[in-house]
T-cell receptor, first 110, second 114 residues
């Protein structure tokens, strides 16, 4: 059974600081997704990482994938309050059957 | 148009009721999904449809009955639900089961079972 572990589960950080969210998974997969979810809202797609070594950046967020280590990271640079949300990684177990991590609730304090 | 539209947004039903959730997309996607998300938990896959055929059923109880009448529409029929079925039900679509595989999620239908 695939396990997807995210850490930390909760992150409180100050504006302007940098931090990294980690996503480990237990079985081979070459597709990993990052989503953002605001309270009471749906999932917003942030990144789709399709191969080993893939790195994608959008604004203050950068995601990477190491399929050999079964690890993906979501790096936040110079956090701002608008980034406060829950971030999920999700691993494709085949045929788009995504297994989600537990989520990281990010709170950016002014 | 990158929209997945779900109706209703909110639904309250009793345990003896029959209701349906509806999901629509006009992106020409051929794969559609139902996920269930309980409060403060990650989404969990329920069903996957590909080219209007059921591809994956994640051992979902029969009180949930999916239907894909055409490539743009996905329904979830609900009957004799339990209070523990209260959750946010998310529909998603993707181009197909191959390719880059980006899933687009709808806003969800929030279900309360009394």
């Amino acid at each position: 059974e695939l396990k997807v572990e995210q850490n930390p589960l909760f992150l409180s950080m100050q504006e302007g600081k940098n931090y990294t969210i980690y996503c480990n998974y237990s079985t081979t997969s070459d597709r990993l997704y990052w989503y953002r979810q605001d309270p009471g809202k749906s999932l917003e797609s942030l990144f789709v990482l399709l191969s080993n070594g893939a790195v994608k950046q959008e604004g203050r967020l950068m995601a990477s994938l190491d399929t050999k280590a079964r690890l993906s990271t979501l790096h936040i640079t110079a956090a701002v309050h608008d980034l406060s949300a829950t971030y999920f990684c999700a691993v494709d177990t085949g045929r788009r059957a995504l297994t989600f991590g537990s989520g990281t609730r990010l709170q950016v304090q002014p | 148009d990158t929209e997945v539209t779900q109706t209703p947004k909110h639904l309250v039903m009793g345990m003896t009721n029959k209701k349906s959730l509806k999901c629509e997309q006009h992106m020409g996607h051929r794969a559609m999904y139902w996920y269930k998300q309980k409060a403060k938990k990650p989404p969990e896959l329920m069903f996957v449809y590909s080219y209007e055929k059921l591809s994956i059923n994640e051992s979902v109880p029969s009180r949930f009955s999916p239907e894909c009448p055409n490539s743009s529409l996905l329904n979830l029929h609900l009957h004799a639900l339990q209070p523990e079925d209260s959750a946010l039900y998310l529909c998603a679509s993707s181009q197909d089961l191959g390719g880059t595989g980006e899933l687009f999620f709808g806003e969800g239908s929030r279900l309360t079972v009394l």
